[in-house]
């Protein structure tokens, strides 16, 4: 999203939820910072390697290794087999620094890497090494995928799903099966969105921004961005995983899952523009979600007491707690630490972390890191007790990896590194994953 016109359009759309909205107006300040308390017990864990794609021209993954003080270092580059494409904002020009207007354009199940090809439509899966965690393979062939413009993925090893989100002229979700032999299945046919997109899609908004598993993988979740200007809601999508066997999680995969042909969908209030989210650990279906037009909230799904007719489950979200995040441009993507017990959000207009709570969203603390010179940033993951966040370069910055010790627990982030891709990726990177 490029930093002009957001301003100006999410300026004009928190002016409209103001206005549709009473509660949207006046938020709760933000909570004092609660000081760190060092846990010295508590062991330092890292992650074995970060990944991102460049989701350049030729399309690559860029795998860092993770040294034992957690900071990363130069590390492969291995071709996807596909490209990448960039999305537009509404004057035509690229939507860099969010070429894809997503969270999660690779994800990591198992040992294996799933990664989207924006302009090709297609989905690749790479193997990582035991032995090394940047040695990438290739394992099979890159499954086409019937949408167009895919920009997230989520997996499943539970039910050796992997699912596809598309925000292009045909938008919704494909899934397939993956094996470590022969590779990704054949797409399903399309759950489309209806979002009357182009491709490539014109952002950020009306457009496709996560899709992730619920954490007993019975659920996959997507979040839509509205379109605040043109009275376009925006919504979270849930399919419920079906066929699955009753093997559980001791007992191997399930053999036969597929996702349901029909979502349930809800606007929950006070959101406009949903963007990153996860579920919070140990819950079934509380989700943190941000949204670009105010900051973060709780949102809580749960199953309806009635059934339609085709007996088809259906799902109500609600939003437990909704925090507005003071001075942000567009609050867009989100972590859950397992070192802090609450998330990490980035914008990519202003270069901060900001860390706030799992149960009602307040504000733990801020990490202003525009000391390292990057306008801002994108997709970031937690590992161990570090946090990962990318910036990706915007012609004058180099594209680079922010790393965030927070092993001290909550309120005790610390930058660490600011670790450029020089070489590695550029103003067109997307996403990030670590393996653990
Ligand atoms: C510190 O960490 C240990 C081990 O994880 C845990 O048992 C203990 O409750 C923690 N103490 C505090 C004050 O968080
Ligand atoms: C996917 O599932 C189908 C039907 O069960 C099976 O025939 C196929 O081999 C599976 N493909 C992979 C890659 O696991
Ligand atoms: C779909 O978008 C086109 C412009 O791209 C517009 O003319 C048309 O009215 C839209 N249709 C709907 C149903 O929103
Ligand atoms: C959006 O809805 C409001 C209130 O119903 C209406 O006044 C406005 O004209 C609508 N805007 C668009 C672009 O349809
Ligand atoms: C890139 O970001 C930096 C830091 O915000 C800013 O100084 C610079 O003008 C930006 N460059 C471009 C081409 O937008």
Redesign the pocket.
């Known amino acids: 999203m490029s930093p002009l016109p957001i301003r100006t359009l999410i300026l004009s759309s928190v002016a409209l939820l103001a206005l549709l909205i009473p509660e949207a107006a006046g938020f709760p300040s933000r909570n004092q910072a609660t000081p760190a308390?060092k846990?010295t017990?508590?062991?330092v864990t890292v992650g074995k390697a970060v990944y991102l794609i460049t989701n350049d021209g030729i399309n690559s993954v860029v795998a860092l290794p993770v040294s034992p003080d957690g900071t990363v270092s130069a590390g492969t580059l291995t071709k996807t087999g596909g490209a990448g494409s960039v999305a537009l904002n509404t004057n035509g020009q690229p939507e860099t620094p969010d070429a894809l207007l997503s969270q999660s354009a690779l994800t990591i199940a198992g040992n294996f890497i799933f990664a989207v090809n924006a302009a090709c439509n297609t989905l690749s899966m790479l193997l990582i090494s035991p032995s090394d965690p940047t040695s990438l393979t290739l394992v099979g062939q890159a499954a086409s995928i019937p949408g167009d413009f895919p920009n997230t993925v989520a997996a499943s090893l539970r039910h050796n799903l992997v699912c596809v989100g598309t925000t292009g002229a045909r938008s919704g979700i494909s899934c397939t099966n993956f094996s470590s032999s022969s590779g990704l299945g054949k797409m399903d046919r399309l759950r489309p969105f209806g979002l009357n997109q182009t491709t490539p899609p014109v952002g950020p908004f009306n457009t496709v921004s996560q899709t992730f598993f619920s954490e007993d993988e019975s659920t996959l979740f997507t979040t839509v961005k509205g379109d605040p200007a043109a009275n376009k809601t925006g919504f979270l999508s849930a399919f419920s995983v079906q066929g699955a066997s009753q093997s559980g999680r001791g007992g191997g995969n399930s053999i036969g899952a597929s996702l349901a042909r029909t979502d349930t969908r809800n606007s929950p209030q006070g959101t406009a523009v949903l963007f990153g989210s996860q579920v919070i650990p140990g819950t079934k279906a509380n989700i943190f979600a941000t949204d670009a037009s105010f900051g973060a909230a709780i949102l809580s799904v749960v199953d309806s007491d009635h059934r339609g007719g085709g007996g088809s489950d259906t799902k109500a979200a609600k939003v437990l707690a909704r925090v507005e995040v003071p001075g942000q441009k567009a609050t867009c993507w989100a972590t859950i630490s397992p070192a802090t017990g609450t998330a990490f959000v980035t914008d990519v207009g202003v270069n901060r972390l900001i860390e706030m709570s799992l149960e009602d969203a307040s504000i733990l603390g801020e990490l202003d890191l525009s000391a390292n010179g990057d306008p801002g940033l994108i997709d970031l993951r937690a590992g161990g007790s570090f946090v990962y966040a990318l910036s990706p370069g915007n012609g004058t910055t180099e594209a680079a990896v922010t790393v965030v010790d927070v092993s001290g627990?909550k309120g005790s982030a610390k930058m660490v590194q600011h670790f450029e891709l020089k070489g590695l990726a550029g103003r067109n990177a997307m996403g990030m994953a670590v393996l653990v």
Request: charged residues 0%; hydrophobic residues 15%.
């Open positions: 308390l846990n017990t508590t062991p627990g």
